[in-house]
């Protein structure tokens, strides 16, 4: 992929950048001229969430890049909103929702399908000045942007964890529930200590806890009638049928005679027996919700009262006393933590054994990262492949940081590309440390120049780089308001 053009208005001021698809030197002779502004553009360009800087929202700038895919295809994105993106791809047009549509839109340009890929890529070819140079295997590259080694050896493995993820998900949210019940529980205790449980009997609640208990009982009563009701109404129904069919039965002496509802033994006693059931039920029924009726009244009542005693009894009181209220196993809590920890970590083992089994991108990521930074006069010999996913970075500072994260990201960088066939652009937000001496900097230069003599590569600096036929694209001042630059103005 490679940067043709990018043209950008704001405020009615109009310039186009036109990019070499090789080198490229975006230079000023002092910094805080528009150089990071400009490299940020081109990244809100093709539909990046980056951050403004100091003095221009991108919201209020219509930004339109064009670039050329490996294939040849000729792509125009034209932004003026964070919320979407338009792409005219051939003679066709389409719109992009933004953030939504951002790996659908990413797919198309740089040709790739999984979702860690994806989510990773701007890690591998973009130095931003403020993270980039300290950002290795894990952290931010700008903004909300983050870039994660293991998701990246996943998706260039082509290694699918989405259950899996979304099963820790899932266990993550039921483990948060749990450890606020946990806290409940805890704070039970503390107003125990305070009160001496007093705050659990509470004539309120003693009297919700009786309105629970009789509610409890009268849906009983009230499913029992129901089932009377229905046995009533099928022996009803077969007195009748037998009643209107006209059956007649033969007794063993031969005697023929009809069957009726008053002939046949205990049909009759049933339903009265039913009726009389129903009598009894129907009248506890009755009774419990007259009680339900008379104890919400109660609690009414009780409720007014407690409001002319604000004063007296604050918020804090009232929900100390609900809070003691609400029955909780504290036991039984702690287990379902230990339970849900151990499933999650479980996932955590799957989920870093199935990195792990990507052994060929492993190895070829961690041996170029080995070579780069033997070129580079760090001598990391002594280190497995385990190092690429170190977290231990304090060890590591300056100059010798600096060169790692050069070393690392561009092995990885060589990796995707090697996978996805491809070349990325390689965008260089002020290289040049304030611990990197002439020598190191020539020294990335030569790797560049050699092992990426045909990606597009745009470096932004008040420094000069030895880059072949390089593109000078000069920023000679700043405005408070606007990018100036001395290009082409579009009339």
């Known amino acids: 992929m490679i940067f043709n053009s990018i043209y950008i ?12 698809d090789r080198n490229n030197l975006i230079h000023s002779l002092a910094n805080s001229k528009g150089k990071t502004t400009l490299l940020r553009l081109m990244l809100y360009s093709i539909g990046y969430n980056v951050p403004n800087t100091k003095h221009i929202k991108f919201e209020n700038c219509k930004v339109e890049s064009q670039i050329t895919l490996d294939s040849g295809e000729v792509l125009v994105l034209c932004r003026e909103s964070r919320d979407y993106i338009e792409l005219k791809q051939n003679d066709s047009v389409a719109t992009y929702v933004l953030p939504s549509d951002e790996a659908s839109l990413h797919k198309i340009i740089f040709k790739a399908n999984y979702p860690e890929l994806i989510n990773n890529l701007l890690g591998i070819f973009y130095f931003d000045q403020e993270k980039g140079w300290t950002l290795l295997n894990r952290g931010v590259v700008i903004g909300s942007i983050r870039f994660n080694i293991e998701e990246l050896i996943r998706g260039i ?16 949210q039921d483990l948060l529930k749990y450890k606020q019940m946990f806290s409940v529980s805890k704070y039970q205790e503390t107003i125990d200590s305070e009160s001496n449980n007093l705050a659990g009997e509470s004539y309120n609640s003693l009297i919700d806890s009786k309105i629970n208990q009789c509610k409890i009982q009268h849906n ?55 009726i009389a059931k129903r009598k009894l039920i129907a009248s506890q029924y009755n009774q419990i919700q007259s009680e339900i009726i008379e104890l919400e009244k109660e609690r009414r009542i009780e409720e007014q009262q407690l409001s002319f ?25 702690k287990k379902g933590i230990a339970k849900l920890e151990k499933e999650i970590a479980d996932i955590n083992l799957k989920i870093r054994e199935l990195t792990q089994s990507a052994n060929s991108v492993i190895s070829s990521i961690f041996n170029t990262t080995k070579k780069y930074l033997q070129e ?11 190092y690429l996913f170190t977290s231990n970075l304090k060890e590591l500072s300056g100059a010798i940081l600096h060169k790692t994260v050069f070393a690392f990201r561009l092995a990885c960088l060589l990796e995707v590309e ?13 290289p040049s440390g304030k611990e990197i001496d002439k020598q190191n900097i020539e020294a990335m230069v030569e790797i560049l120049k050699r092992d990426f003599a045909n990606n597009q590569i745009i470096i932004a600096s008040i420094y000069e780089y030895r880059l072949p036929n390089i593109n000078r694209i000069s920023i000679v001042t700043v405005s408070y308001t606007h990018l100036t630059l001395p290009t082409k103005r579009i009339v």
């Open 220 to 274: 009983m009563l009230k499913k029992e009638l129901c089932r009377i009701d229905k046995v009533l109404k099928e022996n009803k129904y077969f007195r009748n049928f037998i009643a209107e069919i006209g059956l007649l039965v033969q007794a063993p002496n031969r005697e023929i005679f009809a069957v009726t509802e008053d002939n046949i033994i205990g049909l009759n006693d049933t339903i009265d027996f039913l």
């Open 309 to 333: 005693f604000d004063n007296v009894e604050t918020i804090s009181d009232i929900f100390d006393k609900r809070i003691s209220s609400i029955p909780i196993n504290e036991v039984a809590v």
């Open 9 to 20: 208005e704001e405020a009615g001021n109009k310039r186009l950048i036109v990019f070499s």
């Open 418 to 430: 090697k996978h996805l066939n491809i070349k990325f652009p390689i965008i260089l937000d002020s």
């Open 376 to 386: 580079l006069g760090i001598d990391e010999s002594h280190n497995t492949e385990k």
């Open 157 to 172: 493995a082509e290694i699918d964890c989405s259950e899996l993820y979304r099963q820790k998900e899932t266990k993550r």
